[in-house]
């Protein structure tokens, strides 16, 4: 289990572009014109989730809306490690509540 907020977002930012972009050369060019080099040389100073959100696109470092209701996050991700082929769900707060009012509910 695992808290899922912006924070935490801006914080995993670094390893989860690396593993997305690293293998690409600086000269690699995306759709608007961009290259990866550029990109990377705007990103040396950008720590802040404002200033990455300017350079990349905001859902970089949004955390997962809830998969139950659509919301936004924060979120709590349960189930397994997040791949191709993981069992993993991400939950806001709100439906944490829900569930554990059926769970109570349940037990009578
Ligand atoms: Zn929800």
């Given at each position: 289990?695992?808290?899922?907020?912006?924070?935490?977002?801006?914080a995993e930012f670094p390893a989860a572009w690396q593993a997305?972009?690293?293998?690409?050369?600086?000269?690699?060019?995306?759709?608007?014109?961009?290259?990866?080099?550029?990109?990377?040389?705007?990103?040396?100073s950008a720590t802040a989730a404002e200033h990455i959100a300017?350079?990349?696109?905001?859902?970089?470092?949004?955390?997962?809306?809830?998969?139950?209701?659509?919301?936004?996050?924060?979120?709590?991700?349960?189930?397994?490690?997040?791949?191709?082929?993981?069992?993993?769900?991400?939950?806001?707060?709100?439906?944490l509540r829900t569930a554990l009012d059926a769970l109570e509910?349940?037990?009578?």
């Amino acid at each position: 289990m695992k808290v899922c907020t912006q924070e935490t977002a801006v914080a995993e930012f670094p390893a989860a572009w690396q593993a997305q972009y690293g293998h690409l050369p600086d000269s690699f060019r995306f759709s608007d014109g961009r290259t990866l080099g550029g990109i990377r040389e705007d990103l040396r100073s950008a720590t802040a989730a404002e200033h990455i959100a300017a350079i990349v696109h905001l859902s970089w470092i949004e955390p997962p809306g809830c998969d139950e209701c659509g919301g936004d996050g924060p979120t709590v991700q349960l189930g397994d490690e997040p791949d191709h082929e993981s069992n993993t769900a991400w939950i806001c707060g709100g439906c944490l509540r829900t569930a554990l009012d059926a769970l109570e509910a349940a037990r009578g």
